[in-house]
């Protein structure tokens, strides 16, 4: 079973709202991705978490928020949104670094939508 | 810095005819090298890999790779299109030891009956 699930599939948010963003893998992968994809644009890595722990931020403003509660589960948290961060939201996961494959797997992604 | 460009923006094929989406890298050594399609609406999924060893990789839904190590390049092919091959194609690499995705801009395939 290669598959990484998301939800909500879309999701309208107004600029004072708090919502969150939910992916869930069961392939015993120990690295964990959140990415920002723009239409006819390619992703844009926003965090990775490897064994639970946040490894990579690209710079991300803070009204994202990452969580990992275990290894199967990652969240995004959002707050105080813009109407630019309206985008596919896509989440991913692979074999730690350490040996093993490296491919990334995705899930379907969550549609944003800043009103 | 490593980089990759997808030369094509767009590519338009006749059903059963053959299809060809071009990949170069800029990277000084041996990359990880990738292909995922992304169809309307849905996330990305892996056709194929090249890590190394046999440099022609044979990915799912007929696609294949080749690595050429003198040109910088990676490109994927299928004898014979469907219409379900319409969709967006993305070259990535990864470096060895990393864990982020280099993406290219991306090619979106159309194809005509």
């Known amino acids: 079973d290669t598959e990484v699930t998301q939800t909500p599939k879309h999701l309208v948010m107004g600029m004072t709202n708090k919502k969150s963003l939910k992916c869930e893998q069961h392939m015993g992968h120990r690295a964990m991705y959140w990415y920002k994809q723009k239409a006819k644009k390619p992703p844009e890595l926003m965090f990775v978490y490897s064994y639970e722990k946040l490894s990579i931020n690209e710079s991300v403003p803070s009204r994202f928020s990452p969580e990992c509660p275990n290894s199967s589960l990652l969240n995004l948290h959002l707050h105080a949104l813009q109407p630019e961060d309206s985008a596919l939201y896509l989440c991913?996961?692979?074999?730690?670094?350490?040996?093993?494959?490296?491919?990334?797997?995705f899930g379907p992604g969550t549609r944003l939508t800043v009103t | 810095a490593q980089s990759v460009t997808q030369p094509d923006i767009h590519i338009t094929v006749s059903e059963g005819a053959s299809l060809e989406l071009r990949c170069n890298y800029s990277?000084?050594?041996?990359?990880?090298l990738f292909w995922y399609v992304q169809s309307p609406g849905q996330g990305l999924q892996l056709l194929l890999k090249?890590?190394?060893?046999?440099?022609l990789v044979q990915g799912i839904k007929g696609f294949e790779a080749e690595f050429k190590r003198s040109q910088s390049s990676f490109n994927l092919r299928k004898p014979s299109v469907h219409w379900i091959d319409a969709a967006d194609f993305f070259c990535a690499l990864g470096l060895r030891g990393g864990n982020k995705l280099t993406f290219g801009g991306g090619t979106r395939v159309l194809v005509k009956p």
């Open positions: 090249y890590f190394s060893g046999d440099t």
């Open positions: 990277y000084g050594a041996t990359p990880y």
């Open positions: 991913a996961s692979s074999q730690s670094m350490s040996g093993g494959t490296y491919e990334q797997y």
